[in-house]
């Protein structure tokens, strides 16, 4: 908003000051105009400059200064090769101007070439900080996962929180549906909760790309713009983002990697819940929710049993855990049904 004052009261300035001194002789309300416009052509270039990443900002100059300087040499030759006049001056005028606007967008478009960090720690400053830069998305707020990843203090740098998530996770907090709203709720708290924590950094970002309408699309721009990693946790926007080349940390990958590691051979107790998509098996979860397939396990639903492990699946969605009921526990379950169904007879 400050920068917009400024803008404005910039426009102004010149205006006043073009419709006092009526420059090239014209009348004052056309001055004021033309220096309006003059005024705005430099806000435009400096909202270009601004976008420009510092390796390309570093072409552009040292583009445009090398074309300046050549056609200063240029212009040398043309002063003892011509005449002075009109003729002379308008072709001395437009070399300056090509060889450096030519230059200016050479040394642009191959500013990606150089090396900045070659040059000094000041340079390398910019492209440290961007790194640190994680845009936090409306999923993984309100998982909530992510407040306590970041008060251990493993993830360091800068969370960002753009005003279009705000917005979206105002939308849900104020839905009619109760669900929808207790997530949208929810999703406020865990923002709350990291703001109140002072060893993390939170900024508010307004940054927005109103030509985009998915806030999907639109986290992958800004994390384009601040060369910033994606912090999510759903499934399709980690592989949209692949696709943009966007780095992504999702907080389920975290989760399966901190997963207590079960290999083959080895016994565990777990609870037998449902029935198997295939014949005679049983399906039962691990505490941190790692499904179970156990092969011959249909008759023993709803027991705690011991299971050997057979082998581990790890997928995209997470890990499955395939296993076949111990031997001894198997008989003895038999037995258990057997006595069951004699005593009711």
Known sequence: MDLILLRVLFVGVVATICFFLQPFGVSGPLAAGLGALASAAVIVFELRVRALNLR????????????IVGASLFCLVLRSALP???????????????????????GTSKGDLLN?????????????SKKSFKVLDTSVIIDGRIADVADTGFMDGIYVIPEFVLRELQVVADSTDSSKRQRGRRGLDMLQRMQSNHNLQIQIVPDDFPSIKEVDLKLLELAKKWDAKVVTNDFNLNKVAQLHRVEVLNVNDLANALKPVVLPGEKMNILILKEGKEYNQGVGYLDDGTMVVVDHARRVIGRNVEITVTSVLQTASGKMIFGRLDENAARTEAARTAVSVEFTH
Do not use: C, D, N
């Open 56 to 67: 390309r900002l570093i072409g552009a100059v040292t583009g445009s200064v090398l074309g």
């Open 84 to 106: 002075a006049g009109p003729t002379s001056a308008t072709i001395q005028v437009f070399v300056l101007m090509l060889m450096t606007y030519v230059g200016l967008l050479v």
């Open 116 to 128: 900045p960090a070659a040059l000094g720690t000041v340079f390398t400053g910019e492209k440290i």
